[in-house]
């Protein structure tokens, strides 16, 4: 199983940026998914996670109102909306499937895309 979080760069601060987060080998669309990040020098985060179904979402708290997590199941793949980044934003940013418990563990990871957001 091979996820891959896409979509990352360098912006200014006050843009906007989706990520996206796809599977190889396998189908992410009949699993719940999460977004993390990882910022310099600190702990990975929760972001926010989706159900299978797309119908339940959850964030972080400090994540509520700039955060969006939705998902095409067609398309096997879930994006995370970022508006009005800002410095502090500036992370790795990992998606998660294969849920252990709702909606911050999450057993099968794939490789980060790094945000780097300038003031």
């Known amino acids: 199983v091979q996820l891959q979080a896409s979509g990352g760069g360098l912006v200014q601060a006050g843009n906007s940026l989706r990520l996206s987060c796809t599977a190889s080998g396998r189908t992410i669309s009949s699993n719940a998914v999460g977004w993390f990040r990882q910022a310099p020098g600190k702990e990975r985060e929760f972001v926010a996670a989706?159900?299978?179904?797309?119908?339940?979402?959850n964030y972080a708290d400090s994540q509520k109102g700039r955060f969006t997590i939705s998902r095409d199941n067609a398309k096997n793949t879930v994006y995370l909306q970022i508006i009005n980044l800002k410095p502090e934003d500036t992370a790795i940013y990992y998606c998660?499937?294969?849920?252990?418990?709702?909606?911050?563990?999450?057993?099968?990871w794939g490789q980060g895309t790094l945000v780097t957001v300038s003031s």
């Open positions: 998660a499937t294969d849920v252990i418990t709702w909606p911050t563990d999450f057993r099968s």
């Open positions: 989706i159900s299978l179904s797309g119908a339940t979402t």
